[in-house]
């Protein structure tokens, strides 16, 4: 069955740096969308950024643009969200998606950034 396991959450503080990275397994990776989702409680899920199956286009939450990097590597069937000079407002439970001829979720990693 499909799988997508999201790693690389924690606690950093405001302006610090972190590396999410997203498995894929159970689906030819090549041929999806991958794209980083997030929901703060009491919120609704927003999309963070999303990279095409070959990497040659990628788009970002404004609010995020200029601090973090989707990248994605086919041979490693991985999708990689790199997030800097990390803010309060970035705290939130990050999922990973796979989009294409379905749709699958991971099951997300929490980000908490404060003092």
């Known amino acids: 069955q499909v799988q997508l396991v999201e790693s690389g959450g924690g606690l950093v503080q405001p302006g610090g740096s972190l590396r999410l990275s997203c498995a894929a397994s159970g689906l030819t990776f090549s041929n999806y969308a991958m794209s980083w989702h997030r929901q703060a409680p009491g919120k609704e899920r927003e999309l963070v950024a999303i990279?095409?199956?070959?990497?040659?286009?990628?788009n970002y939450l404004d609010s995020v643009k200029g601090r973090f990097t989707i990248s994605r590597d086919n041979a490693k069937n991985t999708v990689y969200l790199q997030m800097n000079s990390l803010k309060p407002e970035d705290t939130a439970v990050y999922y990973c998606?796979?989009?294409?001829?379905?749709?699958?979720w991971g099951q997300g990693t929490q980000v908490t950034v404060s003092s």
């Open positions: 990279v095409s199956s070959t990497s040659r286009t990628s």
């Open positions: 998606r796979a989009a294409g001829l379905n749709t699958y």
